[in-house]
């Protein structure tokens, strides 16, 4: 179960770290470049702790896929972007997939 812990606080780690990508400007502002940077290095490190017991298709569908609708969760909501009703179904078929990978499928793992 840790290793699950270890996955999820990646993922968190990764979506931070992706977000604050936009508020570093390039790279031209302090604070939010040192996120970037200690946030991909958490993230890759809980990470290869996830991988101990996780197989890495699955850690790597996972990560991807909640990655991509927490990212664009947090485009909308601290940077203003907008979502269609295509991009709102394209995520939801991605958390879905996520689900069917984690819940339903023998290839998860667990």
């Known amino acids: 179960?840790?290793?699950w812990v270890f996955l999820a606080l990646a993922?968190?780690?990764?979506?931070?770290?992706?977000?604050?990508?936009?508020?570093?400007?390039?790279?031209?502002?302090l604070t939010p470049s040192l996120i970037v940077v200690v946030g991909y290095g958490v993230a890759f490190y809980l990470?290869?702790?996830?991988l101990r017991s996780i197989p890495v298709g699955t850690a790597y569908a996972i990560w991807?896929?909640?990655g991509i609708v927490l990212?664009?969760?947090?485009?909308?909501?601290?940077?203003?972007?907008?979502?269609?009703?295509?991009?709102?179904?394209?995520?939801?078929?991605?958390?879905?997939?996520?689900?069917?990978?984690?819940?339903?499928?023998r290839a998860g793992g667990h």
């Open 1 to 3: 179960m840790t290793n």
């Open 47 to 50: 990470l290869s702790l996830a």
């Open 71 to 105: 990212v664009a969760a947090a485009g909308w909501l601290l940077f203003d972007q907008k979502l269609d009703a295509w991009g709102v179904v394209g995520m939801a078929l991605i958390v879905s997939g996520v689900f069917v990978l984690n819940v339903l499928s």
């Open 64 to 66: 991807a896929g909640l």
């Open 11 to 29: 993922i968190v780690a990764e979506v931070v770290a992706t977000s604050s990508l936009k508020a570093s400007d390039g790279f031209t502002r």
